[in-house]
């Protein structure tokens, strides 16, 4: 089963502008991880948030986590054709498997 | 960079023939996850090795499925028979110590078509 829920599940937006996506989980987690997926292929480690961290930031990349709503936002800025692609959440406990949500698929238009 | 390797890349199968995936992840990873991912949903786990040993298989269909890691380095995944409802992303990735903070690296997947 998926610990994790992105919303919104699917995101349109135009060159230059945010995108902003979030993650809702339901148990207590050690860490929660932003990864992104381009079509087709294997996913690629973005950031991670430490369950006692607030807000991380890595280059266009800002995360924020909540644990007492037990929900994290990823913002992209500035955002590239480059940055189209899926997006997935995911937590790990402290048996440090991680679950993944059902992602975000996010399509910049030039 | 360090990458984990999968083939094939693609495989279509028919239905009751066996089809095995491979995985070779980055040097000195002791931990190496095999998940599975649907089409239009996130990667579920379906075995965790640390070195040769099976950490958790418990999402593994045994009935159907088998996974092996017999020196601790390169892993192989395996369906018999396979059904129509395993078409799916199979994707490998591996980790170290460190990457609790670092994160899994993740092979680019065999993309399993059953007919």
């Known amino acids: 089963s998926q610990q994790g829920e992105e919303d919104p599940q699917a995101l349109s937006i135009q060159e230059g502008e945010n995108a902003t996506m979030n993650c809702s989980y339901k148990t207590s987690i050690n860490n929660l991880q932003w990864y992104r997926q381009n079509s087709g292929r294997g996913l690629v480690h973005l950031i991670l948030i430490r369950s006692n961290e607030r807000e991380k930031h890595s280059g266009r990349l800002r995360v924020t986590l909540d644990t007492s709503k037990k929900s994290s936002s990823l913002l992209i800025t500035a955002s590239r054709a480059a940055d189209t692609a899926s997006y997935f959440c995911a937590t790990d406990g402290y048996d440090y498997k991680l679950s993944f949500g059902a992602g975000t698929t996010v399509t910049v238009r030039a | 960079e360090a990458e984990v390797a999968q083939s094939p890349r693609y495989k279509i199968t028919e239905k009751s023939q066996a089809v095995a995936f491979w995985c070779d992840p980055i040097s000195g990873h002791a931990t190496l996850y095999w998940y599975r991912q649907i089409l239009g949903q996130g990667p579920e786990l379906l075995v965790q090795f640390q070195d040769e040993s099976v950490v958790d298989d418990s999402q593994l269909p045994k009935d159907r499925f088998s996974a092996e890691r017999l020196k601790g380095v390169d892993s192989t995944l395996k369906i018999q028979p396979a059904e129509l409802g395993d078409s799916a992303m199979y994707l490998c990735?591996?980790?170290?110590?460190?990457?609790?903070?670092?994160?899994?690296?993740f092979g680019s997947g065999t993309r399993l078509t059953v007919v």
């Open positions: 990735a591996s980790s170290s110590q460190d990457d609790t903070i670092h994160g899994y690296t």
